[in-house]
T-cell receptor, first 110, second 114 residues
Framework: DAKTTQPNSMESNEEEPVHLPCNHS???????IHWYRQLPSQGPEYVIH???SNVNNRMASLAIAEDRKSSTLILHRATLRDAAVYYC???????????FGTGTRLQVFP | DGGITQSPKYLFRKEGQNVTLSCEQN?????MYWYRQDPGQGLRLIYY???????QKGDIAEGYSVSREKKESFPLTVTSAQKNPTAFYLC?????????????FGPGTRLTVT
């Protein structure tokens, strides 16, 4: 299973943009890059996913490097509700499995 | 509303007892998954199923068993053979599509075995 590497923690102030990096140097050509976030004592929540092109939705943007070996989740204006653990995951094309790492804990300060 | 339900939210059991965790979805998803989460850790896959009456072991299947008799339901039994059963258990479901579709997660069951 391909692996991802993320910083353990990051901090941001409210209303500022946040860039959460992820390295996935062993990604295969058909792996989708998925991002989920988890609030304390809750199940993970889907944020965004992409394959090759940059993606935008109402929650965030996903910037994917041209060689696909890294990606960045962008929260355009952080709010206190965005404080969570963010997981960058490569979704296996054959089994559809999600293989979670330990994620990045994002703290947002007022 | 469509979604995934897990019950109960908190569960307490004595060591040596088997316990079954419920997971139901009304999203018409073919695939269902069970994960375990320990404090400060990411989720680890226990079992998954992509079709009724069929399921596969994940990374930490030892001490667990599942069944998939109906598309909507995927119960997980934590057996007495599981050495460290105390954990947060999460169920998820998704459409099948070569990594394309998102997984929807339930609220989780926190199991404590003493």
């Amino acid at each position: 299973d391909a692996k991802t590497t993320q910083p353990n923690s990051m901090e941001s102030n409210e209303e500022e943009p946040v860039h959460l990096p992820c390295n996935h140097s062993t990604i295969s050509g058909t792996d989708y890059i998925h991002w989920y976030r988890q609030l304390p004592s809750q199940g993970p929540e889907y944020v965004i996913h992409g394959l090759t092109s940059n993606v935008n939705n109402r929650m965030a943007s996903l910037a994917i490097a041209e060689d696909r070996k890294s990606s960045t989740l962008i929260l355009h204006r952080a709010t206190l509700r965005d404080a969570a653990v963010y997981y960058c995951i490569l979704r296996d094309v054959d089994t559809d499995k999600l293989i979670f790492g330990t994620g990045t804990r994002l703290q947002v300060f007022p | 509303d469509g979604g995934i339900t897990q019950s109960p939210k908190y569960l307490f059991r004595k060591e040596g007892q088997n316990v079954t965790l419920s997971c139901e979805q009304n999203l018409n998803h073919d695939a269902m998954y069970w994960y375990r989460q320990d404090p400060g850790q990411g989720l680890r896959l226990i079992y998954y199923s992509q079709i009724v009456n069929d399921f596969q072991k994940g990374d930490i299947a030892e001490g667990y068993s599942v069944s998939r008799e109906k598309k909507e339901s995927f119960p997980l039994t934590v057996t007495s053979a599981q050495k460290n059963p105390t954990a947060f258990y999460l169920c998820a479901s998704s459409s099948i599509g070569q990594g394309l579709y998102e997984q929807y997660f339930g609220p989780g069951t926190r199991l404590t075995v003493t």
